[in-house]
């Protein structure tokens, strides 16, 4: 049975750093996409940043250069470092992943498991 389960949310004043983590079960690690996702209060979940051990990392536009998704096969982990963040940065943060797939995918429906979440808030 896969779990995801993340932790290193909290708050934080604009232009401060977090770095999320997510610890993972049940599946083989090193040959699993794993994905961060968000979703701010009345609006969609957003893809973060992926990691395919077949076609590196991915990120959406408006993170490139202030976050970094990194793992730790030893651990079954995966990370969010979140540098340089912003108010609207503000929104649960969700590790994901589905063990078939090869590359990394942006559609929240492509992935088959999911962590509970933890909040970020960044304040002006």
């Known amino acids: 049975q896969v779990q995801l389960r993340e932790s290193g949310g909290g708050l934080v004043q604009a232009g401060g750093s977090l770095r999320l983590s997510c610890a993972a079960s049940g599946l083989t690690f090193s040959r699993s996409t794993m994905a961060w996702f968000r979703q701010a209060p009345g609006k969609e979940r957003e893809f973060v940043a992926g990691d395919s051990w077949r076609t590196g990392t991915h990120y959406a536009d408006f993170v490139k250069g202030r976050f970094i998704i990194s793992r730790d096969s030893a651990k079954n982990a995966v990370y969010l470092q979140m540098n340089s963040l912003k108010p609207e940065d503000t929104a649960s943060y969700y590790c994901?992943?589905?063990?078939?797939?090869?590359?990394?995918?942006?559609?929240?429906?492509?992935?088959?498991?999911w962590g509970q979440g933890t909040q970020v808030t960044v304040s002006s």
């Open positions: 994901a992943t589905d063990p078939r797939m090869l590359g990394v995918s942006d559609y929240p429906t492509s992935y088959d498991y």
